[in-house]
Nanobody
Framework: QVQLVESGGGLVQAGGSLRVSCAAS????????MAWFRQAPGKEREFVAA????????KYAESVKGRFTISRDNAKDTVYLQMNSLKPEDTAVYYC?????????????????WGKGTLVTVSL
């Protein structure tokens, strides 16, 4: 049974930093493309960042490029999202996701496994 468990969410002031983590189990983590999505209140879930097997290739949504960094530790079966220069509009539930087939096709409607999410709140 695949499990993705997020942690590290919380309340942070605008301009601050936060790192969220996702521990994976039940899958061959080193062969899974990993991603982060987020869903703000009243909005649809959106792509944030993704990373390939080795960690050498990453991609980001334009809204977070230059502020967020996705990384992974295959020895710990964990993927991270470092978030800097946070803005109130970054407030959302952040979801960890695993896609087993295609890095280029990672999207909300093309994910094999989802975590339950962790709430990040950015205050003024």
């Amino acid at each position: 049974q695949v499990q993705l468990v997020e942690s590290g969410g919380g309340l942070v002031q605008a301009g601050g930093s936060l790192r969220v983590s996702c521990a994976a189990s039940g899958l061959t983590f080193s062969r899974a493309y990993m991603a982060w999505f987020r869903q703000a209140p009243g909005k649809e879930r959106e792509f944030v960042a993704a990373i390939n097997w080795s960690g050498a290739v990453t991609k980001y949504a334009e809204s977070v490029k230059g502020r967020f960094t996705i990384s992974r530790d295959n020895a710990k079966d964990t993927v991270y999202l470092q978030m800097n220069s946070l803005k109130p509009e970054d407030t959302a539930v952040y979801y960890c996701a695993a896609e087993l087939s295609s890095f280029s096709r990672i999207a909300v409607d093309n994910i094999d496994y989802w975590g339950k999410g962790t709430l990040v709140t950015v205050s003024l």
